[in-house]
């Protein structure tokens, strides 16, 4: 992989839809979802909001966790950018703290001069498609929980490659 020469400092974009959309879905209450009252009226559903992918295979399936991610002081150094090849994973934060979503389209080898950077605003949430390159979670204010939705496989599932990218001095901020 080229590494630059210089180090590399990525802008900070609003995250929207339709910008996000070759990495995955943006997950929010927005008008544009498909919606309906339930539980008598006193809530609103906001449907079907994110195509969670836990991929084929034996003993295969959907995992909800909560991650707790400590804040990162700005500008920061990327360390590592990680895909899962076999399924999306989804990250909501639990609180209405923004966090920093950090992606690359998906490609056998990652590719330094598409990383991007989003801004994530309180309320949204994001779900990467099967193979996008990303950062692990960046939490900003404070430590965040976050709701997390990926996939379970049995021991010694293939669902994690890992890139350091320390030596490409990219920074966010």
């Not at 180090?7 to 929010?28: K, M, R």
């Not at 498909?34 to 009226?41: E, L, S």
């Not at 559903?45 to 295969?60: I, M, N």
């Not at 590592?80 to 399924?87: F, I, N, Q």
Request: with cysteine; aromatic share 8%; proline share 10%.
């Amino acid at each position: 992989m080229a590494h630059p020469a210089d180090p590399t400092h990525l802008p900070i974009e609003d995250l929207d839809a339709h910008s996000f959309a070759p990495y995955g879905e943006v997950i929010e209450a927005r008008e544009t979802a498909r919606q309906f009252a339930i539980n008598q009226g006193f809530a609103t559903r906001f449907h079907d909001l994110a195509q969670v992918d836990a991929g084929p295979g034996e003993g295969v399936r959907v995992l909800v966790s909560i991650f707790r991610a400590l804040p990162r002081a700005l500008p920061m150094q990327l360390q590592v950018m990680e895909r899962h090849p076999l399924g999306s994973q989804a990250f909501v934060a639990m609180a209405e703290l923004p966090f920093l979503v950090v992606v690359a389209e998906p490609a056998a080898q990652l590719q330094p001069a598409q990383i991007r950077c989003f801004l994530a605003r309180p309320g949204q949430g994001v779900n990467y498609a099967r193979g996008v390159w990303h950062h692990p979670l960046i939490a900003l204010e404070r430590p965040c929980d976050f709701l997390v939705i990926d996939r379970g496989g049995p021991p010694g599932d293939p669902n994690l490659d890992e890139v350091d990218v320390c030596a490409w001095k990219l920074w966010a901020g």
